[in-house]
């Protein structure tokens, strides 16, 4: 189980493993997380070339469960889980009536008539509140399981080694976006091959009083390649290099799935209504008539870093706003995902910059990801 500290913040079952690391502790989302435990920089290469090792466990899994489980998700949320293969995984999202996004989630089909589906921390009590309102009338059960599970993940290209010399499940067969139940260094797991670092790797969803024996095990298999402790810090970087959305930078309420570029997860074919199809449709038609705001990524030509609300510029008008920035440790310069009118975002529009502080920072115009992992 998870515990709270005096501050009122939650703590993870990893929590005096990351205190003896030296993990510098910060508050996200009510939870006590490691930021980072010595260079962030350093574990963001390690991931890369080498391996990393997350505590994601602030992570919010909720089980739905029962015959209709599989309507009552097609029902609550934007894409076709009913089509999602026992085993699978499948990134998708869950909206208001009027559209906006409350969030982007994985769902897991465990059974034939149990799934998994896993909210960002920060949403984890909305998304647990919009799935048991919208189950009524439908033969199935939500369940609050975020004290059920700690979340252990294992990202980098050393991860397939490192995880198979603690199991015999079969990872060669496991595909992007699947998971199976199995035992690793003893402890039974659902192993899940996703991610959000952009290089390969697993999830690992375990009992919490499992969570620090798995830790060790896999601390000690991979101290012969590298694999060190990574903090919130540098997933963040990773992910921004890979291109992920991020809630509340890239993806909010104000933002339907169409004006996120990511309309590819609606799915209005799918059999009965479902929460937000009205207007998502007419979403869907106004992006096609006309098109929002794009989501590119920038290139710093000098060394300053943008954040997220910096405006970004063009011939001296404002046309757009960045939504993430960071050093990237892969590129060498500042990097920025930012929204952009559909006139600006061609990969080398020229004349672009960001307003940092009242200096337009020349920035070059670039599709995403930044990153991609060679196969």
Same mark, same amino acid.
């Given at each position: 189980? +998870? +515990? @709270?500290?005096?501050?009122?913040?939650?703590?993870?079952?990893?929590?005096?493993?990351?205190?003896?690391?030296?993990?510098?502790?910060?508050?996200?989302?009510?939870?006590?997380?490691?930021?980072?435990?010595?260079?962030?920089? %350093?574990?963001?290469?390690?991931?890369?070339?080498?391996?990393?090792?997350?505590?994601? +466990?602030?992570?919010?899994?909720?089980?739905?469960?029962?015959?209709?489980?599989?309507?009552?998700?097609?029902?609550?949320?934007?894409?076709?889980?009913?089509?999602?293969?026992?085993?699978?995984?499948?990134?998708?999202?869950?909206?208001?009536?009027?559209?906006?996004?409350?969030?982007?989630?994985?769902?897991? #089909? &465990?059974?034939?008539?149990?799934?998994?589906?896993?909210?960002?921390?920060?949403?984890?009590?909305?998304?647990?509140?919009?799935?048991?309102? #919208?189950?009524?009338?439908?033969?199935?059960?939500?369940?609050?399981?975020?004290?059920?599970?700690?979340?252990?993940?294992?990202?980098?290209?050393?991860?397939?080694?490192?995880?198979?010399?603690?199991?015999?499940? %079969?990872?060669?067969?496991?595909?992007?976006?699947?998971?199976?139940?199995?035992?690793?260094?003893?402890?039974?797991?659902?192993?899940? #091959?996703?991610?959000?670092?952009?290089?390969?790797?697993?999830?690992?969803?375990?009992?919490?009083?499992?969570?620090?024996?798995?830790?060790?095990?896999?601390?000690?298999?991979?101290?012969?390649?590298?694999?060190?402790?990574?903090?919130?810090?540098?997933?963040?970087?990773?992910?921004?290099?890979?291109?992920?959305?991020?809630?509340?930078?890239?993806?909010?309420?104000?933002?339907?799935?169409?004006?996120?570029?990511?309309?590819?997860?609606?799915?209005?074919?799918?059999?009965?209504?479902?929460?937000?199809?009205?207007?998502?449709?007419?979403?869907?038609?106004?992006?096609?008539?006309?098109?929002?705001?794009?989501?590119?990524?920038?290139?710093?030509?000098?060394?300053?870093?943008?954040?997220?609300?910096?405006?970004?510029?063009?011939?001296?008008?404002?046309?757009?706003?960045?939504?993430?920035?960071?050093?990237?440790?892969?590129?060498?310069?500042?990097?920025?995902?930012?929204?952009?009118?559909?006139?600006?975002?061609?990969?080398?529009?020229?004349?672009?910059?960001?307003?940092?502080?009242? @200096?337009?920072?020349?920035?070059?115009?670039?599709? &995403?990801?930044?990153?991609?992992?060679?196969?």
């Amino acid at each position: 189980m +998870s +515990s @709270s500290d005096s501050a009122g913040l939650r703590r993870t079952a990893l929590d005096a493993v990351h205190r003896a690391l030296g993990a510098t502790m910060t508050d996200f989302a009510g939870w006590d997380m490691p930021l980072r435990y010595g260079s962030e920089r %350093d574990e963001h290469v390690a991931v890369r070339t080498r391996a990393g090792l997350f505590d994601l +466990s602030h992570m919010g899994e909720i089980t739905v469960t029962g015959p209709q489980a599989a309507a009552l998700l097609n029902h609550a949320l934007v894409g076709n889980i009913a089509s999602v293969g026992v085993g699978r995984a499948r990134y998708t999202m869950i909206c208001r009536a009027d559209g906006g996004i409350l969030d982007d989630l994985i769902v897991y #089909r &465990l059974a034939d008539t149990e799934y998994m589906v896993v909210a960002n921390a920060s949403n984890a009590q909305v998304v647990l509140a919009a799935l048991t309102e #919208r189950a009524a009338g439908f033969d199935a059960e939500v369940r609050d399981d975020r004290d059920a599970y700690a979340l252990i993940a294992v990202q980098g290209p050393e991860s397939p080694g490192i995880l198979k010399s603690l199991t015999d499940a %079969d990872l060669d067969g496991l595909k992007y976006y699947a998971g199976l139940p199995g035992t690793v260094a003893g402890v039974p797991a659902l192993i899940a #091959r996703t991610g959000y670092t952009g290089e390969d790797g697993f999830e690992l969803f375990v009992k919490p009083e499992h969570a620090v024996r798995l830790w060790q095990a896999l601390t000690e298999a991979g101290e012969g390649v590298g694999l060190v402790p990574c903090g919130l810090s540098c997933r963040d970087t990773l992910r921004l290099e890979a291109g992920m959305p991020l809630y509340g930078h890239e993806l909010t309420t104000s933002l339907t799935p169409f004006d996120a570029g990511l309309g590819r997860v609606v799915k209005f074919e799918k059999e009965g209504d479902f929460v937000g199809r009205e207007a998502l449709r007419e979403a869907a038609d106004r992006a096609a008539a006309r098109p929002p705001r794009v989501l590119v990524g920038l290139i710093a030509e000098g060394r300053r870093v943008p954040r997220a609300g910096y405006p970004v510029v063009a011939g001296g008008e404002v046309i757009g706003e960045v939504t993430s920035g960071a050093p990237s440790p892969t590129l060498g310069r500042p990097i920025a995902m930012a929204y952009v009118d559909a006139a600006h975002s061609a990969p080398g529009t020229a004349g672009v910059a960001v307003d940092i502080r009242g @200096s337009h920072e020349p920035y070059e115009v670039v599709a &995403l990801p930044f990153y991609k992992r060679q196969k």
